[in-house]
């Protein structure tokens, strides 16, 4: 059996453990780094730093619930997000303002979240749930057209 054929309700388990692993990353480099890219180009009090970094998390999860519905749409919204992070955190680095750790530990949540978004493994999960999405939406529509029929007789 092919390991990229569609079989069962589940995808395989290092596609399941790929998606969480990068969801994790995605989560650290979205918060360290909106964090410090907000206090760095911007002098915002704690309270509208917390609410921006409140909406930039919902926002994550919806682009992430779009990927569990298998969109690879969502997985180039989140590729693009993060290299623009990475982007904005060069300045960061080059005045260094902030402790060299901290900045390295989100250089780090970055590439490791765009590489796992990039993994055969993650790419494999996201095409096996827009499989599963699409069969359950033609199994509906099926259920959806005998019920109509019987209806009708």
């Known amino acids: 059996m092919n390991e990229d054929e569609h079989v069962g309700l589940l995808p395989p388990i290092l596609s399941i453990v790929c998606f969480l692993f990068a969801s994790v990353a995605m989560t650290a480099s979205i918060g360290l780094t909106g964090g410090m890219l ?8 704690s309270e509208v730093e917390l609410l921006l970094l409140s909406i930039s998390a919902c926002l994550f999860v919806v682009v ?46 970055i590439f490791v979240s765009i590489y796992l978004l990039s993994h055969k493994h993650y790419l494999t999960f ?23 029929a019987k209806k009708n007789k």
């Open 126 to 148: 996201v095409n096996h749930r827009k499989v599963s999405v699409e069969d359950q939406k033609e199994a509906l529509s099926e259920i959806a057209a005998e019920l109509e």
């Open 38 to 45: 907000l206090r760095f180009y911007f002098s915002l009090s």
């Open 64 to 109: 992430n619930y779009q990927v569990v519905l298998g969109s690879f749409y969502a997985v180039k919204v989140l590729k693009r997000v993060l290299l623009i992070s990475l982007l904005l955190l060069i300045p960061v680095i080059l005045s260094k303002d902030f402790d060299l750790l901290v900045l390295f530990s989100c250089a780090i949540f």
